[in-house]
């Protein structure tokens, strides 16, 4: 090969050497690193999602109607008259004197688990249709039986 050739060559060589490794070690742009809060670290390590609480509002009106609807009413009156069942005047306060947390876990129990809490005086007759029954439908009867005094 000719000297000059091979010098040429050579030169060519050498600058993509040079260039290459300018572009290799230009400097790179700083990683983005999150940091999250030591707090929200904390619960990534503990397994835990944040808690979203909703809210339901029971409504008297939608109430009365799936009393009607699911035939509750052949059973329970809205006084103190005994059909087969309590009637159901005062049931909110008398519900409160269950032992349940609450008065409204012990009506949500009752529809949903009738055979848990036998009213005294009453033999388990209420049938076990309503397990499945949705948040919001009980939070209604929640509301009405509320307003029956
Ligand atoms: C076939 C009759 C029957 C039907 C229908 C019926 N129940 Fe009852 N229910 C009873 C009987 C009997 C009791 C009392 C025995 C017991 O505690 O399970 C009772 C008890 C209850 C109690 C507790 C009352 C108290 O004084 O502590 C609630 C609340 C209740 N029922 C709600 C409902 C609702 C709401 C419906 C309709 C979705 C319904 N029941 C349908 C027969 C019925």
New binding site residues.
């Given amino acids: 090969m000719n000297k000059k050739i091979t010098i040429l060559l050579s030169a060519i060589l050498l600058s993509f050497t040079v260039i290459s490794c300018r572009e290799v070690t230009e400097p790179a742009a700083d990683p983005v690193v999150f940091e999250p809060t030591p707090a929200a670290k904390e619960m990534v390590m503990a397994g835990a999602a944040p808690e979203v609480e909703v809210v339901i509002v029971g409504d008297p009106a939608s109430g009365s109607e799936?009393?009607l609807n699911?035939?509750?009413n052949?059973?329970?009156s809205t006084g103190a008259e005994k059909?087969?069942?309590?009637g159901?005047a005062g049931?909110y306060e008398?519900?409160a004197s269950?032992g349940y947390s609450s008065p409204d876990d012990?009506?949500e129990a009752?529809?949903r688990y009738?055979?848990e809490?036998?009213?005294e005086g009453?033999?388990?007759?209420?049938?076990a249709?309503?397990e499945e029954?949705e948040k919001q439908e009980i939070a209604d009867?929640i509301a009405y039986?509320k307003t029956l005094q």
């Fill in positions: 799936w009393f699911e035939g509750c052949a059973c329970h059909i087969v069942g309590p159901f049931i008398r519900a269950r012990y009506i009752s529809i009738p055979g809490y036998i009213v009453y033999s388990n007759l209420m049938p249709s309503w029954a009867i039986l």
